[in-house]
Each structure stands twice: as C-alpha cells, then as structure tokens.
C-alpha cells in the first residue's frame, strides 16, 4: 500500500505532465488543447470487471481557441501551480478555499464555485488520481451511522480511537468524516447483518427512535440527500469488507432514485471513480410507485419537472432494466409520488412494525 | 309646405351658438377630458407661436408656464418672439370661431392642425367665465397692445372688454394669458409636458421654457440656430380637390374666364389642359367661374380625373432633416444614454395630388426598457400626435412590420414591437389626410403608409447592421482579450509549473486569430470629430487592400492621414499594401463644422480582401 505522500507525488507528477503539454504546444506554435471524457449521461457505460458505470469514450476538448477553453486552461494552470505548492508546502485546502483563493488569479479566476469543483473533478479524470490526493478535501462531512459496528478511527490528534456506533455514540450517531481512506478509518467488527442507507433524517431519527438498528441487527446510514463521496465510500467498504448486504430506502420520487443510483452505479459526475465510491449488489427497498399505490399512501401530484425528471431516467443507461422501467412508467402514470414519512399515515411504528418487515421479507433479507 | 319646413330649420341652425357648437364637437375639437382640454389649449398657443417666429424667420424663443390647481383652475401663460399681431386683427385671431381659416392655400404648416386658439378662448370663457388677455408688440419702437377678450357666444364675434398700452421688454411677440378648468398630470405620455419634449424633438430650432405649477422650470434647448427652409405654398392640384373647396375658389376668384381659373388657380394645369378639361366637362372656356352651378362644378371634378396631368411640385414641403432629427432625438434622450440612432428621410411623393414626405428616426438601447413595447413618437408637420395611436396610419405601418428580423421582439411577426426602442415618425404634406376633425390620426393612405413602411425599414436596416457590427465586435474584443491577456498568462503558469523559461506565444495568437483587426474610436471636442482608426493583421501572411471610410454630410474634412489615395465628398479611400503579418497600421482624418453625436460611427468597408477575413468593416459596394 502507498502512503498518502507518495500518491500526492504522484498526482503532482501527473498533474505537471499537463503543464508540460500546454508548455509543448506554445512552443511549437500550437493552440494547446486539452481532452477530457464528456461527462454526461449519454457517455457512460457499463464496465463489467466492476459491475458500474463509468465514462465512455467521448470526449470533449478544451482549445484555447475559445475564450472559454482558453480560461479553463489557464484555471487549470493555476490550480497545478497551487497543488504543487501545497505539496511542496504540506498544506491542503477545502474545496471552498480553492474558490476563494482563484480571487487573486486574474482571468483565471472562478466564477462560482461549481466551476472550481468541476475542474477538481477534470483534474482527477485526467490525472486518474483522487482529488484527496491533490490535497483538496470537501466542505461537506460525511452522514450519520448508528448501528452494532466497531470502528477506529485515527483523530486530529494522531490517536487511534475506538468507537462503537451504538453504545459509544448519542442519538444523532457516528458521523462520517470527509476522508475514510485506511490510513484515517479502520473497521474493526460488526454484528449487524444489513446496511439500510436512508434518505432523510426525519426517517432516519423515527428508525432510531423505534429501535430499529438493535432490534433487527441493521446498520442505519442517513445519506443527507445526494450523499457525499466519503458516505458512498464507507457504505462500499461496509459491502466489500464485512460483506454487509446494502438497501436503501428513499422517498417515491424521480430525484431520490438518482440518489439510489448514486450509491448503487455510480453518479454521472464522479463516473471516474465509480469503482472506487459505488456498492453495485446495493438494492432499492423503496418507496417504490408500486407501495404508492399498494400501501395507499398520501401523495402529492407530480410537477413539470418531476416529470422530465422521471423520463430522463427512461433514457438513463443506469436505470434500463425491466424492473425499473416498469415502476418509472407506473409513476408517470400515477402522477403521483410519495415521501418516506408518508407512512405515518398508519401510526408512527407502522414504517418499523409492518413496512420494512413487510418489504425486506420480500427482498430475501427476512427476520 | 315643404319649403316653409326647410326655411324653419334654417333659422333654428343659424341660432346655434358657438357655445352649444362647442359643447357638441368637444371631442372632435380636443377638449373631451380636462386632462386633454389643458394639452390642446397649450399645443393651440405653442402651434401659432412656433408658426408665427418661422413666417418672420426668427428662431422661436417659446415660453410656456402653467399656474393655479385650486378648485382645478389652471392659468396659461404663453409667450413668443414672433413678429406680433397689429392690434386690429387680435380679436378675430382670438376672439372668435374658424376665423380666416385658409382653406384653399396649400402650405405645410402647423396652423392646419387644429381649430385653433379662440376654441381655447372660448373653452376658458365656457368654464371660468373669465376673459383672455392677449399682449401684441409688432417691432422696436412701437407700443405693446393688452386686450382683454371675450366670445359674444351668440354672434360669434369678439368683444373686448378692456384696452391698453403697456410697456413690453420684447422688442416684438405675442402672449396670451387663458384661465381653465383642467386637470394637470405628469410623467404620462398624455401630457403637456411630452407634448411640449416632443415639439422640442422636431423643432430643433426652437427654444422652449416650460415652468410648471410647482414650479419646476424645464428648458428645452434649441439644437441648432439654422431655420428650417420656409415652406412654400402651393396652388391646389386638381387631382385631389374637393367638390365644396373647387366651388368656393370658383366663386372667390377674380378670374373672369372658366379656362384662366383653371390654369392660373390651380397647379400642373396649362392652358392647353385647361381647354381638355373644359372640353370634357362640355362647358365653355368663356363661361364665367362664378357663376358656375354645383352640377358644372361636379362635371370638371369628373372631367380632372380623366385628363392626364404632371405631378405637383414638391419642393414645397420643408422637411427636419436627418442630422436635426438625430440632434434633436440625441438631446431630448439624453438621459437615457442611447446606444444608437438611426435616421431616414424619403424623397417627397404624392397622392390625391397632395405633395407629402416621411423621415423618420430609431433610437434604440441605453437605459431604455428592454422588455417592454417600444414607444412611438408620430409628428405631421412638426407638431406631436398624442392621442388616438391606434387608428393612426403611422401605428398601423409599424404593425405591418415584421421587426424581429431587425433585432426587436414581436409576437407572430406582428403588432407593436417590443425592446429597448423608441420609433419616430414624422409626416410633413401641404394636408394632412386626419381620420377626423379632431386631427390626431393620420387617415389609411395607401401613399402614405408605403412611405412610412420604406422609411422605416430603412432605419431599421441601419439598426440591425449596428446590432450586428456590435456583435461581431463583442466577439472579437473577447478574442482579443483571449489573446492579449489570457494566452501570455497561460504560457507563464506553465513555464513556472514545468520550470522553464516562458515560451514566445507570437505564432499561437496568429493561429488563433486568423483575421485582420479593424479597431476605431471616434472622438468630439469643439466641433471637431477625430477618427482613429488601428488596423493589424492577424493573418499568418502579408496582406494588402482598399480601405475606405464614408464621410456624413455636411462633415468637412479638415486633417487626414496618411493621405489617401482617394478623397471626395463621400468617402476617403487608403490603399493598405503589405500589412505583414502582426504588424499594426493606424489611418486617421478629422471632420470640422460637427455638433456632439452628429457622427459617433465609423462607417468602414474594404475591397481587394474577403471581407469575412477583417473584423469591423463591411464590403465596400460602391465604384
């Protein structure tokens, strides 16, 4: 295994490799151009050695020829020149502070900070290498755990501190930091025999509050809506490493499919490492548009873009299979969708006393 | 029996009196809202004054206050620099209903527009009951007259009920004092405030003062000192007159013979066509005009229509020009910072025998709305047309357009366009076709709205190439900021990155151009315009052409260089040879005799080089 300073090596290797392309190109009286893979959903495909989507070959190219392609040149110049001075200083910097610093870049300056993380995202497609390892980190930590598991984790401090996510922790549970590579987190044990990653915390905080996570041996991950990468990274790890079986349950609507695909195959904009953040054997427990209607759950109807929502999805490669298709269709023809906590609609213990047993009995993973 | 009926209703019309006549045809006289009484009363005055200065070829020095609100009585005061009326004829130009109204002389003049001032005169008497004072000076070293006027409402004659000698510091002019019941608004288009801004539009000639009753006091400057040339009147072209005006001329003139009225009273009618007509019309030559009965006046009306005559002449109208209409749009919008105007005037043309002439004017961006209707200004015969917009030939032309294809939105390709734009359009014709007597729309002349609709498409075209050019330029201007500053920081960061000297980028800038760069700037002081104009080559090869720079009219050129190989009154011409590739050329002339904004857009074009290769000129068309 290599050490994080030897893999920040090596992506700044990576990195001045680009500069030295750009660096070629105008010495030689070329427009220098940079290629990176399209990153939209009609380029990703499926790679079959790790069962995710990934980027396909179609790519775009960033000519200084443009206005535009000339900027993202030079931003990429001043990010590689910053790395390269955080490397060498043995700094690192959120992902915000990048925005902030590109203020004193001139032209080169970002507009908002979607451009910033985009480009961070361009920089480890072209790199191959992860934007931990150019020293840049997320502002957003990871969610909450709670449930019979044991992990150490490596403080601030440099000690190694073992926690239990049941016993060691209050009501809001765990909370996942922003890296857990092996260095910062290791899974020590576990007694639970099921990861149920959940969408909102409102469901979240009722499945702890009715004991969910003891009294059927589950481990509860709130995902915070689209979840960030170090959640979608700990759940894998909970798959491969302790062979944990991964459900996820989520509202009855075409934006928290998206979320349960993020988790399952990989999200359309961190395709570059799906193999690296995705759990394929995860499945989606619900709301499906068949509880919808079989549960009789409250609904509202669905909006404009709810709908154009919900046929993207029909032309998503991530979600062409039979099952899917046939519950996508059954929505648009509903009108309606649902939310997680609609199911108190039966009483506040129905969701733990009748719906999950109900539904993951059906999956297989019966009590 | 049937005659005894007839004479009663007679004697019962002739007991109208002006006031019930008045009280009647409120709308069609202007006074139908308190609002649009105060507007007419103040464009009547203003009207007369403006026509007044221009016959004595002073340049108008207008005054115009509005005083009072309580109880809605408002006081107007309007004052003038013109010649002044002899004391003798003050009644009956104030005092009194369709007085000397001279219908049958053909002149572009503004006096047409309306009823004129005594419906003001009587408007004020109907609903204050109080008289006018008029004040009258004729010249240096004569006395100034003040009349107090009233309407003998009955009779239809003026009565003045007091007459003095004052001291007056105009040298000569008019002024009336009216009170009225009104009601004064602002900031809306129906108002005499953008009556008197629009009056300012056309009349660039013109000083006008306005003090309001709060007593915001508002001058609307004179934008050149030139008079607009006078406007001459023209005999009536038998094309386009009426039964009742031709019987009328045959009566009043001193003509004795039937063929001399014809050929002397009336325009494009010889001798020779006169005895046509006459032959037509199976009358005699010799029969006396006078005495000519309706049926004879009908049978030459009929026999005009078939006799094959030359147009009117039509240097009679006395159009505002481009150049002052530019001035005058320029300084009244001021404020609003357009980006551009553009302007157009037709050739004079004809219908029914009438001699007419269209200009009209775009002034488009600046701070105007962007997402709402433009706004139109209509003017016939310099004077604003504030009400009835929609039954206006002028509205329904602008309708007709398709203006999306110029760069405004418009719905369908129809109906009144929407952007950062306001459309002008003035009509100028010795008569004005109205849709009615109250003369505030201009009547659906097939003529007319071809003229309007060339005119404006004209303008427009002028726009849409403005539009263009900006946008071209816009492109290029971030291109060159592509290459003059982001490709040198470029080639620096990854020189530090990679730790190598930065590289010379010379050849990439050339590739990544690939064209030839016209840049120019135009620059006023003292009524001089400067002309700068950088042309550089970004082509990867020696390049060599024709550049040409129009020149406007009236711009004389007082310096250029280098010198051109070809210069007149149009245009001047340099021959560009061998612009090597980066190399950077400037030309430059400067135009004297130039107001502020007459001349703020190079007009560029070249030849002997594809046009599509230079940035910011057009092809030249021309020999």
Redo the contacts between chains.
């Keep these: 295994m290599t050490t994080v300073s030897e893999r920040k090596q090596a992506a700044l290797r990576e990195?001045?490799k680009i500069?030295?392309r750009?660096?070629d190109?105008?010495?030689s009286?070329?427009?220098?151009e940079l290629e990176i893979p399209s990153r939209t959903k009609a380029n990703i495909e499926f790679d079959e050695r790790h069962g995710v989507w990934k980027y396909g070959d179609s790519a775009s190219t960033r000519s200084?020829?443009?206005?535009s392609g000339?900027?993202m040149?030079?931003r990429t110049?001043?990010v590689?020149?910053f790395i390269?001075q955080m490397v060498e200083q043995n700094k690192s910097s959120t992902l915000r502070e990048l925005y902030y610093i590109s203020e004193g870049w001139?032209?080169?300056k970002f507009s908002t900070q979607g451009d910033s993380d985009r480009l961070a995202e361009d920089l480890e497609i072209m790199t191959a290498t992860l934007r931990e390892d150019m020293s840049l980190r997320p502002e957003e930590d990871g969610a909450r755990v709670i449930g019979d598991l044991v992990i150490e984790e490596t403080t601030r401090k440099g000690e190694k501190r073992v926690i239990h996510c049941q016993d060691d922790v209050g009501d809001s549970g765990y909370s996942i930091p922003y890296t857990v590579e092996k260095e910062k987190l290791r899974i020590k044990s576990t007694g639970a025999r099921l990861v149920m990653a959940v969408e909102t915390g409102g469901m979240f905080d009722r499945l702890v509050e009715n004991g969910f996570d003891e009294n059927t041996d589950t481990i509860l991950v709130h995902l915070k809506g689209q979840p960030a990468r170090s959640t979608r990274r700990f759940i894998k790890r909970l798959n491969e490493e302790q062979k944990l079986p991964v459900v996820v349950f989520t509202d009855g609507d075409p934006w928290s499919y998206r979320i349960f695909a993020s988790v399952a195959y990989g999200a359309i904009k961190t395709a570059h490492i799906s193999e690296y953040l995705a759990t394929p054997a995860a499945e989606y427990l619900g709301i499906t548009p068949s509880d919808i209607h079989n549960y009789q759950l409250p609904t509202d109807d669905l909006t404009a873009e709810d709908i154009s929502a919900l046929q993207s999805e029909l032309s998503d490669p991530r979600f062409n299979d039979d099952l899917w298709k046939h519950e996508i269709e059954l929505q648009l023809k509903m009108g309606k969708k649902s939310e997680q906590q609609a199911l108190a609609k039966y009483g506040l213990d129905y969701v733990t006393d009748t719906y999950l047993p109900e539904k993951l009995t059906e999956m297989g993973y019966g009590f | 029996m049937r005659s005894i009926v007839a004479e009663g209703l007679a004697k019962k019309q002739k007991d109208i009196s002006v006031a019930e006549f008045f009280e009647r045809n409120k709308q069609i006289l202007g006074f139908d809202t308190s609002t649009r009484a105060l507007i007419t009363s103040v464009k009547e005055a203003v009207d007369n004054a403006l026509d007044a200065c221009e016959e004595a070829t002073v340049l108008p020095d207008i005054f115009v206050k509005i005083q009072g609100g309580e109880d809605d009585e408002y006081r107007i005061v309007v004052e003038d620099n013109g010649p002044g009326i002899v004391k003798k004829q003050i009644p009956h130009v104030f005092a009194r209903l369709l007085y000397g109204s001279r219908f049958h002389s053909y002149r572009q003049s503004r006096g047409q527009q309306g009823i004129g001032i005594s419906a003001a005169v009587l408007y004020s008497q109907l609903t204050t009951g109080r008289p006018t004072v008029v004040v009258s000076k004729i010249g240096e070293g004569y006395p100034a007259h003040r009349l107090t006027l009233l309407i003998d409402t009955k009779q239809n004659r003026p009565e003045t009920v007091q007459e003095d000698m004052v001291h007056w510091e105009r040298e000569s002019g008019t002024r009336i004092e009216l009170a009225m019941q009104g009601r004064y608004v602002r900031n809306t288009k129906h108002s005499v405030y953008e009556y008197l801004r629009s009056t300012a539009i056309v009349n660039p000639h013109a000083q006008i003062t306005f003090v309001e009753p709060d007593g915001t006091r508002t001058v609307f400057e004179r934008a050149t000192d030139r008079l607009p040339p006078q406007p001459r009147e023209i005999k009536p072209h038998p094309y386009g007159i009426e039964l009742g005006t031709f019987m009328k001329m045959a009566k009043e003139s001193t003509a004795r013979k039937l063929s001399s009225f014809l050929s002397t009273e009336f325009s494009s009618v010889s001798q020779n066509k006169a005895e046509k007509i006459i032959q037509q019309a199976g009358l005699s030559p010799s029969d006396r005009p006078g005495k000519l009965s309706l049926d004879d006046g009908k049978k030459i009306l009929k026999a005009f229509q078939g006799v094959k005559l030359m147009a009117p002449p039509t240097d009679c109208l006395s159009p505002i020009g481009e150049l002052l209409i530019k001035r005058g749009l320029r300084k009244e919008m001021e404020s609003l910072s357009p980006e551009f105007i553009a302007t157009d005037k037709r050739s004079p043309a004809v219908f029914s025998g009438i001699p007419f002439l269209v200009e009209t004017g775009i002034v488009y961006g600046g701070d105007l709305p962007a997402e709402e209707r433009v706004d139109i200004l209509r003017f016939a015969n310099r004077v604003p047309l504030l009400y009835q917009e929609g039954d206006c030939a002028i509205t329904e032309t602008i309708k007709n357009i398709d203006w999306r294809i110029y760069g405004l939105q418009q719905r369908g390709g129809k109906g009144l366009p929407y952007g950062p734009a306001i459309i002008l359009v003035h009509v100028a014709s010795v008569n004005i076709p109205f849709t009615s007597e109250s003369k505030e729309a201009i009547a659906h002349v097939e003529e007319i709205e071809k003229e309007i609709d060339l005119s404006l498409r004209q303008c427009a075209r002028k726009m849409r190439s403005h539009l263009s050019k900006q946008e071209k330029r816009v492109k290029t201007r971030r291109k060159f900021v592509l290459i003059s500053q982001i490709l040198p920081q470029i080639a620096a960061k990854a020189a530090e990155v990679v730790g190598k000297p930065v590289p010379s980028i010379d050849e990439v800038i050339i590739k990544i151009m690939n064209i030839v760069w016209v840049d120019d700037h135009v620059s006023f002081q003292k009524g001089t315009v400067t002309s700068t104009i950088d042309i550089t080559n970004y082509k990867d090869r020696a390049q060599s052409f024709q550049f040409y720079a129009a020149l406007p009219d009236g711009g004389e050129v007082v310096s250029v260089s280098p010198e051109p190989a070809e210069r007149n009154q149009r245009y001047l011409m340099w021959s560009v040879s061998k612009l090597q590739p980066g190399e950077k050329r400037q030309l430059s002339f400067q135009l004297g005799g130039m107001a502020e904004g007459d001349f703020d857009e190079n007009s560029l074009y070249v030849k002997g080089i594809d046009p599509v290769n230079v940035i910011g000129v057009e092809k030249w068309e021309g020999g």
């Design positions: 990195m001045k500069a030295q750009v660096y190109d105008l010495s009286a070329r427009i220098p200084a020829v443009s206005l000339a900027q040149l030079l110049m001043y590689i020149d390269r001139g032209e080169g």
